[in-house]
């Protein structure tokens, strides 16, 4: 149990186009869920929280336009980075939190994103 | 803010061997959760071992477990009879279980752990 997917696995998009990324609780419903930038060899850095059915909260640094994050559904939450520029390429993870008392966040198996 | 630091970009270690990874952080709060996650290349996050910081106890999972210091900031990972398989990074993560507080993880930079056959 406990399964987080996310979608797509990779993508490659020009500069200045935007792209979705899906984050889904696939056995379990996730109150909260949470997004993640990796830099290439380097660690996990949060980017925002969100909670279903409320605006995301956003770490300091993090531009809000930029990564608009939508948490429309207890099973679903979507990352969108818009007129993405290659410094935005980078490894993107989400995870997510059963309840407010589960103390364990869920990994997906992240998202690759490569804006050329 | 919190902060975690691991000072160890890389060990290595052979296998069937033990190995410690460090980790330590540095927060005002009292109460608060630690974790010890793997990385392995396929990227993909597993959860090693979690420590509450009310418990004296340290966790143990297997051939995982801790060295728990409260007043030292102080959370180690032990790996005993290490296998090729444990080859990954490690991070350390602290959360913090204040109510209201902040329920995203904050991470360390990792340990590169190198397993040699």
């Known amino acids: 149990g406990a399964v987080v997917s996310q979608h797509p696995s990779w993508v490659i998009c020009k500069s200045g186009t935007s792209v979705k990324i899906e984050c889904r609780s696939l056995d379990f419903q996730a109150t909260t869920m949470f997004w993640y930038r990796q830099f290439p060899k380097q660690s996990l850095m949060l980017m925002a929280t969100s909670n279903e059915g409320s605006k995301a909260t956003y770490e300091q640094g993090v531009e809000k336009d930029k990564f608009l994050i939508n948490h429309a559904s207890l099973t679903l939450s979507t990352l969108t980075v818009t007129s993405a520029h290659p410094e935005d390429s980078s490894f993107y993870i989400c995870?997510?939190?059963?309840?407010?008392?589960?103390?364990?966040?869920?990994f997906g198996p992240g998202t690759r994103l490569t804006v050329l | 803010a919190q902060t975690v630091t691991q000072s160890q970009p890389e060990m290595s270690v052979q296998e069937a061997e033990t190995v410690t990874l460090s980790c330590t952080y540095d927060t005002s709060e009292s109460d608060y959760y630690l974790f010890w996650y793997k990385q392995p290349p396929s990227r993909q996050m597993i959860l090693v071992i979690r420590q509450e910081a009310y418990k004296q106890q340290n966790a143990t999972e297997n051939r995982f477990s801790v060295n728990f210091q409260k007043a030292a900031k102080s959370f180690s990972l032990k790996i005993s009879d290490s296998q090729l398989g444990d080859a990954a990074m490690y991070f350390c993560?602290?959360?913090?279980?204040?109510?209201?507080?902040?329920?995203?993880?904050?991470f360390g930079k990792g340990t590169h752990l190198i397993i040699q056959p």
């Open positions: 995870s997510a939190k059963p309840g407010l008392a589960y103390n364990e966040q869920f």
């Open positions: 993560a602290y959360r913090s279980a204040i109510e209201g507080g902040a329920d995203g993880l904050t």
